[in-house]
Nanobody, 114 residues
């Protein structure tokens, strides 16, 4: 059975940084595109970063230049480095496989507030 476990969220002031981690278990994900999503209250879940098995990355305009996704294929992990955080980045953050969604994890709460 596959599982996704996210961690690393917290409360941070505007302009601050956080690094999120996601551990995927149950099978080998090294050949899959992996991504980070977020969902703010009363808003749909949105994809904020994705990375191919070879490390090519893609971001929406809202986070490009501030967020960096990376992965460790040996450990089946994906990371999201978030810099220059803004209040509008406040959301629950999740990882998943954009082309082959699997059951969502519990997510990790990121709150950007002064």
């Amino acid at each position: 059975q596959v599982h996704l476990v996210e961690s690393g969220g917290g409360l941070v002031q505007p302009g601050g940084s956080l690094r999120l981690s996601c551990v995927a278990s149950g099978r080998d994900f090294s050949r899959n595109i992996m991504g980070w999503y977020r969902q703010a209250p009363e808003k749909p879940r949105e994809l904020v970063a994705r990375i191919t098995s070879r490390g090519a990355t893609d971001y929406p305009d809202s986070v490009r230049g501030r967020f960096t996704i990376s992965r460790d294929n040996v450990k089946n992990m994906v990371f999201l480095q978030m810099n220059s955080l803004k209040p509008e980045d406040t959301a629950v953050y999740y990882c998943n496989l954009p082309l082959h969604l699997i059951p969502w994890g519990q997510g990790t709460q990121v709150t950007v507030s002064s």
